[in-house]
Each structure stands twice: as structure tokens, then as C-alpha cells.
């Protein structure tokens, strides 16, 4: 059997890590580290998320605000809280939850984030700075993927890492963490990439973030591999008192089956996303106050 990569264990452990800082930081004088949420509309995953960073802001010792919107609020109107919370200094960094309603342009609004409060790593200076040696705020999943794989002491270096999936928002970033910090060989699959399974394969390290239950299957995954599914996708499930489950990207039972460490779902990359956002805040904080 494979080794469970625990990131409930692993967020909790880094979560109890910044609550000591933080009250060393209030021992010194300081104040506690400052994190606004923005969230537009009613998406219930929206705020199933936005519910878990407040819990874990309450865990570590963060002051936080939560600014909720309609859904019709203009983009005009949503750059302008923007530009306040840029502006205003009891605020160390903060996010924008997406998805953002069609009629608001995500790029827009996330470029008009100040890069040194920009704690889900979303803006463009903060993406670059992954191969820069001194990064100030990382994008939020893969930074919790290649934290996930430290803590296990799974080394990267001159591995052979093949990621699915080459968002903005995941596997791009992780692609040049993985070669740049983690000295790994990286090979990024996307939509059009012609006979996944032949790349798959050759992975030591395997990261899946498409968002299609079931794409990777035991016959594509090698022997011993480190699996990564950073998949999450509502599934109906009449058993659940919510009325769905949720699914990653990977056939998990079969898959666990070969995998020397594999990561389930719920319970893996997950909860490493809001420790990552947890860590951003605190590092936004020591920069910003
Ligand atoms: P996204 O923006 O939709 O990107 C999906 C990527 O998968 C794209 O690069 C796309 O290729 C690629 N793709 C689509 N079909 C494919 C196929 N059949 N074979 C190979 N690649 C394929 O999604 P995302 O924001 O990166 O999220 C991906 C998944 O991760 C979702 O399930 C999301 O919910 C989950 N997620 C989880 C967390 C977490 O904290 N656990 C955080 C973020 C995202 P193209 O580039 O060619 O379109």
C-alpha cells in the first residue's frame, strides 16, 4: 500500500507553526497578520473555500475581513474596493475568490491586485518571481504541492515529474517550481497533447490538475510512482447529505494500488492551498507592517 500524503495533517502542522509567529509577533508589539477576502455572487463552492480560509485565519491568530458581493456588481465598482484594500494599511494581503461572474474580467482584476498583497500568487510579478531566489508571495497550489512533497522528505532533484493539466493558476507555475526549485525534469501535458499515457508513464513524480474524475488510470501511472491529484470536482453522490462527493482526477483505488505516495481526495492538495495562503499572509504581514 502507498503512503497517504496527509495535507490535513500537514496544513494542520503548518497551521499550529504560524500561530506561534503570530503571537510572537503580538508579544513584540506588532498586530496580527491582516487578510480581506473579496467573493462576488453565490457560488456554494466559492464559499465552501472562503469558509475554510476564515476558519483557518481563526486557527493561526489572523484578524480577517470578508467583502461579499452581488453578482451584478460592476468591474468598474469591484476594481475600486480593490484599489482601497491596496491602499489601505491595516490590510497585509488579500484575495479575490474565483470564479468571477462573465461580465468581470479575471485578469483585469487580478493584475489590479498589488503584487506585495497579492497572497493567492496570482499576479503576474509574482508568477515571475518563481525563478527569482528570493520570492516574497508564491502561487497558492503549487507552492502547497512542492511543500507537500518537502514535508515528506520526497526528493525532486533529477526526477523525472510530469504534470496534466497547464492552468495559470496550477500547472504552469508548478512546472517551473518543479524545475526551478525542485531540480526536477518536467514535462507539462495539456488538451492537445497527442498520447498522454506514453508521458505519464515516465513519471516518478505525477501531478494531475485538469478537473475530469477518472482521466488518470493504474495503466497510466508507472510503478512506484509519487501521484499528485490536485483534482477537485463535485460529483452527484444521493448518499451524501449535500447531495455530491468530491472527485479528483486520478482513479484513486486502482491508481493507490501501484503509487509509493499518492494523495487522496478530499484531503490532500486541499487544505495545502489554504496553508499556502496561511504562510503568503504572514509573509505579506513581516513585508508590509
Ligand atoms: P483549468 O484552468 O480548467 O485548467 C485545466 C487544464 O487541464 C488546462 O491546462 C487544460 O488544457 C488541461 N486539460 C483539459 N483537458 C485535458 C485532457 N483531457 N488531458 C490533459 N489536459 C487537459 O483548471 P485549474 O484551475 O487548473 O484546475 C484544475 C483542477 O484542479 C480543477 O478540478 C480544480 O477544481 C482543481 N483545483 C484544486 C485546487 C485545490 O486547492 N485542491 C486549487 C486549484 C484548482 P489547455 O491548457 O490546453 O486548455
Known amino acids: ?3 497517504l500524503l496527509d495535507g490535513r495533517k500537514i496544513s494542520s502542522d503548518i497551521k499550529a507553526e504560524i500561530k506561534l509567529k503570530v503571537e510572537k509577533m503580538k508579544d513584540a508589539g506588532q498586530r496580527a497578520p491582516h487578510l480581506a477576502i473579496i467573493i462576488v455572487g453565490d457560488d456554494g463552492a466559492s464559499h465552501t473555500y472562503v469558509d475554510g480560509k476564515i476558519k483557518a485565519c481563526k486557527a493561526v491568530g489572523f484578524d480577517y475581513t470578508l467583502m461579499q458581493f452581488a453578482a451584478t456588481i460592476s468591474e468598474e465598482k469591484l476594481l475600486k474596493h480593490v484599489d482601497q484594500l491596496n491602499s489601505d494599511s491595516d490590510i497585509d494581503g488579500f484575495i479575490v475568490q474565483l470564479p468571477l461572474p462573465e461580465h468581470i474580467s479575471v485578469e483585469r482584476v487580478t493584475e489590479s491586485i498589488s503584487p506585495d498583497k497579492d497572497v493567492d500568487g496570482f499576479v503576474n510579478q509574482n508568477f515571475g518571481s518563481i525563478i527569482s531566489d528570493s520570492p516574497l508571495l508564491m502561487p497558492a497550489t503549487p507552492f502547497g504541492v512542492m511543500e507537500l512533497l518537502k514535508r515528506y522528505e520526497i526528493d525532486t532533484k533529477g526526477k523525472d515529474c510530469v504534470i496534466v493539466g497547464a492552468s495559470r493558476l496550477v500547472g504552469a507555475p508548478l512546472a517551473l517550481m518543479m524545475s526551478h526549485t525542485g531540480h526536477a525534469t518536467v514535462t507539462l501535458c495539456h488538451k492537445y497533447t497527442k ?15 485538469v478537473g475530469k474524475p477518472n482521466l488518470i488510470t493504474r495503466e497510466m501511472v508507472k510503478e512506484g510512482a ?13 448518499t ?16 493507490s494500488k501501484i503509487a509509493s505516495y499518492i494523495t487522496p481526495v478530499p484531503g490532500g492538495v486541499g487544505p495545502m492551498t489554504i496553508a499556502s495562503l496561511m504562510i503568503n499572509t504572514l509573509r505579506a504581514a513581516r513585508h508590509n507592517q
Open 1 to 3: 500500500m502507498p503512503t
Open 195 to 209: 498520447d498522454l499515457s506514453s508521458h505519464t508513464q515516465k513519471a516518478d513524480i505525477l501531478v494531475v490538475a
Open 226 to 238: 509519487v501521484v499528485i491529484d490536485v483534482g477537485t470536482t463535485r460529483v452527484a453522490d444521493a
Open 240 to 255: 451524501k447529505k449535500t447531495g455530491f462527493k468530491l472527485s479528483g482526477d486520478v482513479d484513486f483505488e486502482n491508481v
